[in-house]
């Protein structure tokens, strides 16, 4: 039986960090859980959690209106700070009537491009003074780390006002050359768009949305790309063209070419990224980019983008990156099997020429 649920949660934190954990979840009838190098390690040395632990420990990670937001909404989002060690973004949900937990570290420092192993052509995206760049790819794929990075060579190298809009805030920025606002949905702000809107009138230079939600906070973040504002977000797409696609069916049909116009004209770049098991242990990044150029932007507006990964392909010249050339790359090199690039490559037959 636990007695003491807030040191009960520090000891679990020290061993994620120990042990180089990626995710810690808490669940009804089984052993806290940690997840290494992709792989679930229930902590049995532990008890098996009962529905009054996870309620327990959940009251211990979220504050009073925090739990009453949750008890109404059935769900949340949130981050917990362990001191000045660890920072965590959380997600607290029921499964048949009791509570589980999901918290995912985020590292304390923001790494750079180059030790995040991402390709250096990122950078030149942070030095666009406007335009839209979307990082994507499934949950869990390093999409706010990368965007992370790229807000901190901002930060460094330029002296801009940068507005973030989070839910939660993950990476904590402290400001250099920049000036950097970080409000979190919830508690600075009602929700996405209000904020963005807000920000319109607030001098800024460039806007990171944690995540594009829904048809309001798409429709003003691509205004503000158009406007004179450089703005960074991510979506839960595969890659370029699906993720064009995405954003155009969002709107009402009617808009739909209005929308494709915008996009043509306002969209930087898009970069689809996976994080690959290596062979000698840990992950490495697989990626794609795509730039828009004028050829781009013209099967935008003229409803063809599924002939984009044909451009990816064969746009190395132009700087972009297609992601079986690197997956292709890490297997010759020896950083991860065949097996693993199959099945990261969505174009197998092609990754198979490559191989």
């Known amino acids: 039986m636990i007695q003491d649920y807030r040191k009960y949660i520090e000891e679990l934190i020290l061993t994620v960090i120990r042990e180089g954990a990626s995710d810690l979840h808490f669940a009804v009838g089984r052993s806290p859980t940690i997840r290494v190098a992709r792989v ?6 532990f008890p098996v959690l009962t529905p009054d632990d996870t309620r327990a420990v959940l009251q211990e990670l979220l504050d009073e209106a925090g739990m009453k937001r949750f008890l109404s909404a059935k769900e949340s989002d949130f981050s917990f700070s362990f001191g000045s060690e660890a920072r965590f973004r959380g997600n607290a949900f029921f499964q048949r009537g009791t509570i589980g937990i999901a918290l995912r570290l985020v590292p304390q420092k923001v790494k ?23 990082c994507v790819g499934p949950v869990g794929q390093g999409k706010s780390t990368t965007l992370a990075a790229m807000v ?12 973030t809009i989070e839910d939660p805030i993950e990476y904590v920025f402290q400001a250099d050359r920049s000036m950097i606002s970080q409000r979190e949905v919830h508690f600075d702000t009602d929700d996405f768009n209000i904020a963005l809107r807000s920000c319109l009138r607030e001098d800024v230079n460039v806007i ?10 798409i429709s003003a973040a691509v205004t503000a790309a158009e406007t004179g504002h450089l703005v960074l977000s991510t979506l839960h797409t595969n890659n ?3 993720t064009i696609d995405r954003i155009i069916d969002s709107f009402p049909a009617g808009q739909q070419d209005q929308i494709r116009v915008q996009l043509a004209g306002s969209l930087a770049g898009i970069f689809s990224q996976r994080l690959v098991p290596r062979i000698a242990g840990g992950l490495v990044p697989a990626y794609e980019l795509l ?18 990964p044909m451009i990816i392909e064969t746009g ?18 020896g ?9 990261h490559s969505q174009n197998p037959k092609s990754l198979e020429r490559l191989l």
């Open 40 to 45: 679930l390690v229930p902590l049995v040395k």
């Open 112 to 134: 750079t491009v180059h030790e995040l192993g991402l390709p250096p052509v990122l950078e030149l995206f942070t030095k666009r003074k406007q335009g839209f760049f979307l």
């Open 152 to 163: 901190e060579m901002i930060n460094r190298d330029r002296a801009e006002n940068i507005v």
């Open 208 to 217: 990171l949305i944690g995540e594009m939600r829904g048809l309001e906070t």
């Open 240 to 242: 370029a063209s699906q």
């Open 291 to 308: 730039i828009n150029n004028n050829a781009v932007a013209n099967l935008i507006r003229e409803r063809r983008t599924h002939e984009i």
């Open 316 to 333: 190395s010249e132009l700087g972009m990156i297609d992601m079986n050339r690197v997956l292709a790359g890490l297997v010759k090199s």
């Open 335 to 343: 950083e991860i099997s065949a097996d693993s690039a199959y099945m």
